[in-house]
């Protein structure tokens, strides 16, 4: 199978981001990561290791994007 070189590499260079870097970034306890999580309204954690959880940052950023995009959407539509 031949593929693209676009489609081997990432088009971003991913990290891993530790609980305090989350909370830090979203303003949230960790209670309430866990409990998004648990409703699958917020990205999903990945084992590091026994003892350690991280998430991937852009999935973090780009859970903050949607909340501003929907703040900005119910904005937009009350002043209308």
Do not use: C
């Amino acid at each position: 199978m031949i593929t693209s070189e676009s489609e081997n590499q990432p088009t971003e260079n991913p990290r891993l981001i530790g609980r305090k870097t989350v909370q830090l970034k979203t303003s949230l306890s960790a209670a309430s990561i866990y409990a998004l999580m648990k409703t699958g309204d917020f990205p999903q954690s990945l084992h590091v290791s026994i003892r350690r959880v991280a998430w991937i940052e852009s999935e973090v950023d780009q859970w903050i994007s949607d909340r501003i995009a929907s703040h900005k959407a119910t904005i937009a539509m009350m002043e209308v």
